[in-house]
C-alpha cells in the first residue's frame, strides 16, 4: 500500500471513530474504567474511578468520585460534588463549574470566569451586527479546529502542498470547485435513482464519504492559507503552521457569522472542493501545474 492510500484510509478510520466520541459516559461507583474518556456534547457521569485524564467538549459533566489525572473541560456544565477527587489538573473553558467545597484537587486548577451562553446574548451581537454566536456553533468551530489539527500533524507535506495549489492556481481552484460541485450533484442524483433498484444506495454512501474527505482536506488547506495571509502579511509572523490553523479557523468561523456576508459561505465551499481535488489530479496536471519541490 503506498503511502497516500495508508493516509487516506487513516482519515477514513478516523471518521467511522468520531461517533464514539458523542457516546455518553456512566460509571457507576464501584466501576472503574481504564484509560482516558472522550465524549463529545454529551454528558459524563463518574461515581466511580477514572485511572485517566477526562476531555469533554459541551454537554455535562458530574464527577461524585475520583479521576486520577487531568479533568479538561471545554464549554461545559461541570459539577464536583462532594468528596470527588481529581488527580491531576482541573481546566475549565467557557461554560459553568460548580464546586463543592470538600471536593479535592491535586493539582493546578484554572477556570474562566464566563459563561459562553452570556457572551452569546451581550457582546457578540454588538461586535457582529446582530450575528448568532450560539454553544453549538462555538462547538462546530473548535471540533473543525481539532480535525484541522489533526489532519495537519497526519499529512503535513500534503497540507502544504495543497496551500501552494490555493495561492499559486487560484482561479484553476475555483474552476475545479465549481466542476466537483456539479459532478457530485450529478452522481449524487444518479446514485438516488439507482437506489430503487438497491445497487445506488452503497455508491451514494461512499460517495458522501469522498465529499466529507475532500471537504476535510480543503478545509484544513483554507486554514492554513487564511491564518498564513493574516498572521505573516499583517503580523510579520514566522512559519508556525499550528498557530495559522488556528487563526484561519477562528477567521473562518466569524466570517461565518457575519449578516449577509455569511449567506455566501458556498464561496468557501468551493474553494475546499477545489484545492482537494486538484491536488488529487496534481501527478495528471502536472504540466499545467507549477508544484513545489518535495
Known amino acids: ?27 457507576s461507583r464501584d466501576q472503574v474504567r481504564q484509560g482516558d474518556v472522550f465524549a463529545f456534547s454529551k454528558d459524563i457521569n463518574i461515581a466511580g474511578r477514572v485511572t485517566g485524564s477526562i476531555f469533554i467538549i459541551g454537554g455535562r459533566f458530574v464527577l461524585d468520585g475520583k479521576v486520577e489525572e487531568d479533568v ?94 490555493m495561492r499559486e492556481h487560484f482561479t484553476r481552484v475555483v474552476m475545479a470547485g465549481l466542476w466537483s460541485v456539479l459532478i457530485f450533484i450529478f452522481l449524487f442524483l ?15 454512501i461512499a460517495l458522501v464519504l469522498t465529499m466529507i474527505g475532500l471537504v476535510l482536506f480543503g478545509r484544513t488547506v483554507l486554514f492554513l492559507t487564511i491564518g498564513r495571509m493574516i498572521g505573516q502579511g499583517w503580523w510579520k509572523m514566522k512559519n508556525m503552521p499550528v498557530v495559522f490553523i488556528l487563526l484561519g479557523g477562528f477567521v473562518y468561523g466569524l466570517f461565518k457569522l457575519i449578516p449577509v456576508v455569511g449567506r455566501f459561505t458556498i464561496l468557501l465551499s468551493i474553494l475546499e472542493l477545489g484545492v482537494a481535488a486538484l491536488y488529487l489530479l496534481r501527478n495528471r496536471l502536472r504540466r499545467k501545474l507549477t508544484l513545489p519541490e518535495s
Open 72 to 165: 479538561v473541560c471545554i464549554a461545559t456544565e461541570v459539577i464536583i460534588q462532594e468528596g470527588a477527587i481529581i488527580g491531576g489538573n482541573l481546566i475549565v473553558f467557557g461554560g459553568t463549574l460548580q464546586r463543592s467545597g470538600g471536593a479535592e484537587i491535586r493539582g493546578d486548577y484554572f477556570n474562566t470566569p464566563f459563561n459562553l451562553k452570556q457572551i452569546e446574548s451581550t457582546i457578540l451581537p454588538d461586535l457582529l451586527g446582530g450575528g448568532s454566536l450560539s454553544t453549538f456553533r462555538i462547538l462546530k468551530m473548535l471540533l473543525w479546529a481539532i480535525l484541522a489539527l489533526l489532519i495537519l500533524a497526519l499529512f503535513y507535506q500534503n497540507v502544504v502542498t495543497g496551500e501552494w495549489i
Open 190 to 204: 444518479l446514485f438516488i435513482l439507482l437506489s430503487f433498484f438497491v445497487i445506488g444506495i452503497p455508491f451514494a
Open 1 to 27: 500500500m503506498t503511502p497516500h492510500r495508508r493516509y487516506w484510509l487513516i482519515l477514513w478510520l478516523l471518521l467511522f471513530s468520531l461517533p464514539l466520541f458523542c457516546q455518553p459516559v456512566v460509571i
